[in-house]
């Protein structure tokens, strides 16, 4: 394991991809449950993006020369300070165009964020009583169509029945300037359990991933561009047959 000194050589090894497998997913679980820290990796995602695509690349002898002027003890960090600097006074030559407007968000970050996102809609809509969702059951026909068109991929229902859980409904949720979804399931006895399903900007396939806050777990994957967040006051072991069946029917 990398001896990181603070977080921010610890952010800084994240956004460039020197960490090893097992430090970048336990950075990862800190984001998801560290709102203040993932904004700092978003605001650093964007700096570096917006700094590449407005700075041109240095010849290899000019950043030599650069390296040789460097003294090896400065940190990481300070380096990515000046960055910063510098991106503040190109933007500022840019007429003050927001850097928000110029880049897109990282898209592991974008991933950290569905989590958190799909979390606080758990929270929020599972609490209600008669506006859980914002199209019922009875209405899943029209629920899968509407969101197909708003979402560019098929919304198939997955039926929770045999797990215990009945389909309540669903709703649209914003993310990241596009439509997300929210389906929500109950037991007899009132205990409810979401899928949250959003499209990010990197097309990759990932295994399902156990996540835990507080009194929910969550299991987390994703299919090409879009995540997909179950979450539920379940032990792994009763959450994971839900999962895999509900990526069987959404796959």
């Known amino acids: 394991m990398t001896d990181f000194k603070n977080d921010e050589e610890r952010l800084s090894a994240y956004l460039d991809g020197e960490m090893t497998p097992e430090e970048r997913a336990e950075f990862e679980e800190r984001l998801e449950n560290d709102p203040a820290l993932a904004d700092r990796a978003a ?5 570096d993006e917006l700094l590449q695509s407005l700075v041109p690349m240095p010849s290899e002898t000019h950043m030599q020369g650069l390296m040789a002027a460097n003294s090896p003890s400065e940190p990481r960090w300070a380096k990515r300070h000046i960055a910063a600097a510098l991106l503040t ?10 850097a928000h407007q110029m880049v897109a968000p990282d898209p592991q970050i974008l ?8 979390t606080a809609a758990h929270r929020l809509f599972t609490a ?13 026909d ?13 919304m198939t229902v997955p039926q929770l029945d045999d797990h215990g859980f009945t389909f309540v409904g669903g709703r649209m949720l914003p993310f990241d300037d596009k ?15 979401t899928l949250f399903m959003a499209r990010t900007d990197e097309d990759v396939q990932t295994s399902f991933r156990f996540l835990k806050d507080q ?5 987390r994957w994703q299919e090409g561009p879009w995540v997909f967040v179950v979450i539920a006051p379940l032990e792994k072991e ?14």
């Open 43 to 47: 605001g650093w995602g964007n700096t």
């Open 89 to 98: 006074f190109v933007i500022g030559g840019a007429g003050g165009y927001g």
């Open 111 to 118: 991933v950290v964020q569905a989590t958190m996102d799909a």
């Open 128 to 140: 209600e009583a008669r506006h859980a969702v914002e199209v019922r059951a009875e209405e899943t």
């Open 142 to 154: 029209h629920l899968e169509t509407w969101l197909a068109k708003r979402m560019g991929r098929e």
């Open 179 to 193: 439509a997300a979804a929210q389906y929500m399931y109950e037991t007899p006895e009132g205990e409810r359990l």
């Open 215 to 219: 009194d929910l777990n969550t299991i």
């Open 238 to 251: 009763e959450l994971s047959p839900i999962a895999t069946k509900m990526h069987d029917t959404l796959i």
